[in-house]
């Protein structure tokens, strides 16, 4: 089977960082003869849409829809704006979203060798946020109610459904990494602010539904958001997979991203039931844009996060290796030293992506016998 991979380049670093990311799929490709994809670009964005008043084309919506993955670089620039004032990206990806099913946002935070990170120590580092990306605070996106000018509200929205499939996911998540482990641990944290708001109370309560009916073996601890935000800063290896609501999982993952060296080393998986889009955590950075300065690893790790998905999904050895050889490779460089500026380094985009090519290719060659920790 020919994987059908539809590539969404989009705007700023966009092009380049997903560029880099092609080039080491290309090198998967080479050495894993029986492991085909097909990778297509399709137009969307906020360039596309100043020149044809389209930001998502429904062409690129179908074929979107029709492929096996969605790998995404950045869209959005800040001087184009639909006329009620916002940018494109939002929209775009919540159409996504929606359209696609894609409930569960997966944020892999891991420290890679040889990365200092932006806050907390040297520690390892290594926990999976997921979070809930079709209701929540985002349920009213695009509506919301608004009186005279004078008032203006968003809602929560908590369904026993959403809550019920991302708590499922988080568990799911958690089994998968447990049999990665030598010590076999699984531990999912349920992230909410249950002590005020009714909605997150009911969150709480579905969460401990699903893990007493369903998922009795598997270790569960709860955590509130405010108290969450310094402790996953303080102590970040007691944490295996956490899950919650929308809006706390779109603040918490940037804010983790500082343990990991930054927004350039933090992929991301949109993920549903039948589809999955792979697209780094960070934007289209566009004061960077063409300078060959953009970290592509957040990319080339979505790529991976991408591979692996593909691997379970269709029990499909070839690509979890696939990805098993990007993960290593990426280890390889960074252990290496060589790295961009945000990183404190001077390499250059196009060399981490030829190096990590490379270094997947040697690799390869070499039988990368084992697991990257
Ligand atoms: P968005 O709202 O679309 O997420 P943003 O404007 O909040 O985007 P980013 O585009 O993510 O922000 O950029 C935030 C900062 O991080 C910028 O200073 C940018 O230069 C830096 N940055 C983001 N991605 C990278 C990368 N891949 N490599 C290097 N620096 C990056």
Redesign the pocket.
Known sequence: MTYQIAVLRGD??GPE?TDEATKVLDAVQSVQPGLKMALTPYDAGAEHYTRTGEALPAATFEAVKAADAILLG???L?EVRMPDGT?V?GRIIIRLRKGLGLYAGVRPIKLYPGVTPTVGSSGPVDFVIVRESTEGLFASFDGGMEIHDEVVGDTMLISRAGTERVSRFAFRTAQERAAKRSDGKALVTCVDKANIFRSLAFFRKVFTEVAEREYPTIERNYALIDALSLAIIQNPSAYDVLVMENMFGDILSDLAAALNG???MAPSGDIGDRHGLFQ?????????AGKG???????ILSAKMMLEWLGSRHGDELATQGAELIERAVCEVTASGLV???LGGKARTEEIGDAVADAVRRLSRSGHAGSAS
């Open positions: 700023g670093i960082i950045a869209m959005g800040p940018e990206q930054g927004l350039g780094p955590s960070h934007g289209s950075a566009p004061t960077i300065v953009a970290n592509p690893l957040a990319t961009t500026p945000d």
